[in-house]
């Protein structure tokens, strides 16, 4: 997907920019950082303007990566640009309380904006 044009795939990683760092190039490395694939989960990135890389992989869900679907909405902020359940999981912030203040027509740093304590 990252490194064979000819991948059906390849327009949302390669041709994007998206690669896999140097040391993921042998599996045993990428196996060392990650470990096994556990059943039922996939690989996702944290952030998916950046790299296959560790500190952005993880294994999360099959159930979950709907979510994380290009076709969905995505957020910029601050040069990133994370769907809503990523930033939700980056800010602490509850996904239904993001769709609600995009839904209030509020600015960016208003929708990302962290929940006051009461």
Known sequence: MCLKPEDSRYHNFGG??????????????FFIDLGDKPEGMTLSRHDETKNFEPGNCYWS???????????R????????ELTI??????????????????????????????????
């Open 16 to 29: 994007k920019g998206i690669g896999i760092c140097g040391r993921w190039e042998k599996f045993e490395n």
């Open 61 to 71: 869900p099959r159930k979950g990566k709907i979510c994380n679907n290009r076709a």
């Open 73 to 80: 909405h995505t957020i910029k902020h601050e040069g990133r």
């Open 85 to 118: 359940p990523g930033w939700s999981k980056l800010l602490g912030i509850k996904i239904p309380t993001i769709r609600y203040r995009i839904a209030k027509g509020k600015t960016t740093a208003e929708i990302l904006r962290p929940m006051t304590p009461r």
